[in-house]
């Protein structure tokens, strides 16, 4: 079935330090991957995306890398800042059925100063 | 572009009640929009797919007859909580593919529902 894994649920790290957050999906015709960034009560803001023609995309201290043999993508922030704590979530399209985007578990960021 | 707006923000209801939940496309068609709760401290569930003119696809195990969808016009899906109960309480949220850009996807802004 469409399915999209993400690990770690949560995640403490230094400020300064590098957090990475990983995803596997399950079909492999998925071809967008979005990373969102979601405060309580919120839309989820998208933070960076990176779609299957292309291996890893940078946007300053946000970076994805895609794996589309293994199925897996992954979220890399470096230079963590107390604002970057947030619940991110990771979302693969699966596009055999109306292009739905299905949504990863969620991971907690804690970034202590 | 590619706005998305999102009524009610919040709502209270009794239990028994129903209640209708709007999504209007403000600067582009939106022939699909999707559906999705999400509880408190969980994940985005996509509840459903509505497009426009058709009938609406609903995810496994979501009720159709409770939780009524329609897409009658390019630019308006609702979602109707009917009989709602506590349980139903949740964040529901649309989505859109972005018609602007080719590939992606514009959310609404939510809908806050408290059951008592």
């Known amino acids: 079935g469409e399915n999209v894994e993400q690990h770690p649920s949560t995640l403490s790290v230094q400020e300064g330090d590098s957090a990475v957050i990983k995803c596997t999906y399950s079909d492999s015709a998925s071809n967008y991957f979005p990373w969102y960034k979601q405060e309580l009560g919120k839309r989820p803001q998208l933070i960076i995306d990176i779609r299957s023609n292309v291996g890893e995309k940078k946007d300053q201290r946000i970076a994805v890398t895609l794996n589309k043999t293994a199925k897996h993508f992954s979220l890399h922030i470096t230079e963590t800042q107390p604002e970057d704590s947030a619940v991110y979530f990771c979302a693969a399209t699966f596009p055999y059925n109306t292009d739905k985007l299905i949504f990863g578990t969620g991971t907690r960021l804690q970034v202590f100063p | 572009g590619a706005v998305v707006s999102q009524h009610p923000s919040w709502v209270i209801c009794k239990s028994g009640t129903s209640v209708k939940i709007e999504c209007r496309s403000l600067?582009?068609?939106?022939?699909?929009m999707f559906w999705y709760r999400q509880f408190p401290k969980q994940s985005l569930m996509l509840m459903a797919t509505?497009?426009?003119?058709?009938?609406?696809?609903?995810e496994q195990g979501v009720e159709k007859d409770k939780f009524l969808i329609n897409h009658a016009s390019l630019t308006l899906s609702t979602l109707t909580v009917t009989s709602a109960h506590p349980e139903d309480s949740s964040f529901y949220i649309c989505?859109?593919?972005?018609?602007?850009?080719?590939?992606?996807?514009?959310f609404g802004s939510g809908t806050r529902l408290t059951v008592v």
């Open positions: 600067d582009f068609q939106a022939t699909t």
């Open positions: 989505s859109a593919p972005r018609m602007d850009r080719g590939y992606g996807y514009t």
């Open positions: 509505s497009n426009e003119g058709s009938k609406a696809t609903y």
